[in-house]
């Protein structure tokens, strides 16, 4: 399929930073005991006392939200590292030793693809990078089906560049995959796998993906019971391994694992649970410090129109990064996506033209006096956001020396032009073709925006410098690009019904229905074939580097597009929350793994 994309540029503060002052002295943004800075109170006194009476406004009619602060505040656990940290530091070393003592490489193989699907593999990626690193040696060693696929998935998704050619062996001489591998399940579901870590140039991974397919139906079809593998087989058809949010797939696999290798059962099985508990314990934590963060922001009471989704908007931040020592940069991600969505639905639903035209050229001011002119709801939705980017700021160079406001300001100022591009066509009745749409649509996801600012908060073993920064988001370019595209296609199919009832301003798929004159089934069809193309062109993209930041930006773009196709698989599940969503949140959040003595 040729696919033709608006050529973009990507206009972030990645190509030049400029010095910039810092608006706020570290005495003035020092934190108070209710946990507010004093910058908020000593600036929130410039709002608007009295709401300005304003003309019939559009709603989306959002449902309230199912999570209040004082709901998420009674969250509790019985796993705390307090009391099970000295198990878990006992646990990992057994493990360790697990990479020394298995032979042959397909055992090899399993053990890493066990750790990586029970959620554990960050406890072991030194282990784990050098046993991947003596598995590229191994390619004449591989056997059957089943252990070639695995060894392609699991080294393409290291960042090594494996040739489709190890398939060659299970394909007849008109180039077809062998007919007589039929009956090989656990083989055909591990080439299924493998083929979703294909380029776009790789047909031989399309085919694999046709054949495998078929058999797997056709096996499914012939099966009344329900039983491990038809429920794996089931789940693979539905979503594929690779495309899974991983904390997500820990839980499923926890289940799952005890029917899939019996090697190692125990020791592994009890390391994933307790690690899963203990993690969920740290996830609870963060949670109650942002419901007391986001009742005193007061956007529920003062921006109804919006949607009050904290609890959703956390499950972005911990769907791009869930481990432990992430855990600023989940708490500032989630503050990040919770401002973000009530700009969102102020140029998409509320906000006059003439109004957002005001917010924008104010974002762009970057100061207090810049929102005289906005109207009350705005005012209090400028200063939400200017405090945030400000105290984001001041932590940054506390704790790494660098003054990077300006990082934060492009990106708000860069993202609130996109909405009002946005805005601009829905006010003047404006049907964009599919690419001018796609041109402005992959920013105003606020992919890029979101990963600028989870690298300004990196891991401790990552050192954050100007230099390391700027050469992370040149390098990581098309990263983000493909998986900011994957995320705002999959947003546009799961939210496209609705918006298209509610009139909204069109979206991918009205775009294409609107280009081409096709139904809407065909529309969808061709979005989701751009978003397999994209999947593709991440693939190409994601490369194994030795630099840190670098790295952690590829895991976090990747573990986005994986986040957005969960959230988005079933319909709009931050828009209605309700099913799905919360089923999802409750188990993650809620509901410890059962212990082995349980």
């Known amino acids: 399929m040729e696919i033709k994309l608006a050529s973009v540029t990507y206009t972030s503060s990645v190509v030049s930073v400029h010095a910039c002052k810092i608006l706020f002295s570290p005495s003035v943004a020092a934190r108070g005991k209710n946990g507010q800075s004093r910058l908020n109170r000593i600036v929130a006194s410039n709002i608007s006392t009295k709401p300005p009476q304003v003309n019939q406004r ?19 656990t019985d796993y705390t590292y307090d009391l099970y940290a000295g198990r878990l530091e006992k646990l990992k070393p057994e493990v360790k030793k697990l990479f020394s003592s298995t032979k042959g490489s397909y055992d090899r193989l399993k053990l890493i693809d066990s750790l990586q699907r029970l959620g554990v593999a960050y406890h072991f990626e030194q282990e784990i990078e050098e046993a991947i690193n003596l598995l590229t040696k191994d390619v004449s060693t591989l056997k059957d089906l089943n252990e070639t ?9 290291h960042g090594h560049s494996i040739s489709t050619d190890v398939f060659e062996k299970f394909r007849n001489a008109d180039g077809r995959f062998s007919e007589s591998l039929e009956g090989d399940i656990t083989g055909l579901l591990s080439l299924y796998e493998a083929s979703f870590l294909g380029s776009v140039q790789e047909d031989v991974l399309e085919e694999a993906k046709s ?37 997500n797939e820990a839980q499923n696999f926890i289940d799952l694992y005890p029917t899939d290798d019996p090697k190692n059962l125990a020791l592994l099985l009890e390391l994933a649970k307790l690690d899963f508990n203990l993690v969920q314990s740290i996830h609870q934590k963060e949670l109650k410090e942002l419901a007391r963060w986001w009742r005193e922001l007061g956007f529920k009471e003062t921006l109804s129109f919006s949607r009050d989704r904290l609890m959703e908007n956390y499950l972005w931040a911990m769907g ?3 481990e432990p020592h992430f855990n600023k940069c989940r708490i500032e991600l989630t503050k990040f996506v919770c401002i973000l969505t009530v700009i969102d639905d102020m ?19 970057w100061n207090t006096g810049a929102m005289e002119k906005l109207p009350y709801y705005m005012q209090i939705c400028y200063l939400a956001m200017f405090n945030f980017g400000n105290d984001l700021a001041y932590d940054v160079l506390k704790n790494h020396g660098l003054n990077l406001l300006s990082y934060i300001k492009n990106e708000w100022a860069n993202l609130c032009g996109l909405y009002l591009v946005e805005a601009r066509w829905f006010g003047g009745g404006h049907k964009p073709t599919l690419n001018e749409y796609l041109e402005n649509a992959w920013t105003s996801v606020a992919g890029p925006a979101a990963i600028v600012h989870a690298c300004l908060l990196p891991p401790k073993e990552c050192k954050l410098t100007k230099h390391s920064l700027i050469n992370c988001l040149k390098d990581g370019y098309e990263v983000i690009y493909w998986s900011s595209l994957i995320t705002r296609l999959s947003n546009d199919l799961g939210t496209s019904k609705v918006e298209i009832k509610r009139g909204d301003v069109a979206k991918s798929v009205q775009c294409c229905m609107n280009e081409k004159g096709i139904s809407t089934e065909k529309a969808r069809d061709h979005i989701q074939g751009l978003l397999n193309y ?8 994601r ?3 030795s ?11 990747l573990n986005m597009a994986r986040t957005a196709q969960c959230i988005y698989q079933h319909g709009d599940g931050i828009g209605s929350s309700n099913g799905v969503t919360k089923d999802r949140l409750v188990s993650l959040i809620l509901k410890p793994t059962l212990s082995n003595n349980n």
């Open 547 to 557: 630099n840190c930041l670098l790295n952690t930006l590829m895991k976090m773009c």
């Open 58 to 76: 559009r709603s989306a009619n959002y449902h309230p939200s199912i999570w209040s602060p004082e709901l998420i505040e009674s969250f509790t």
């Open 320 to 322: 791009i990064v869930f």
């Open 543 to 545: 490369i194994a580097k």
């Open 347 to 365: 140029y998409d639903i509320y906000g006059s033209l003439d109004e957002l035209e005001l917010f924008t050229d104010a974002i762009k001011r």
């Open 149 to 157: 696929a695995l060894y392609f998935r699991l080294l393409q998704e």
């Open 211 to 247: 054949f495998s397919t078929k058999h797997l139906n056709d096996y499914l079809l012939g099966k009344l019971e329900t039983n491990f593998l038809t429920e794996k087989l089931q789940q693979s058809l539905d979503i594929p391994l690779y495309w899974r949010m991983q904390r």
């Open 534 to 541: 994209s999947w593709k062109k991440l693939n190409e993209n």
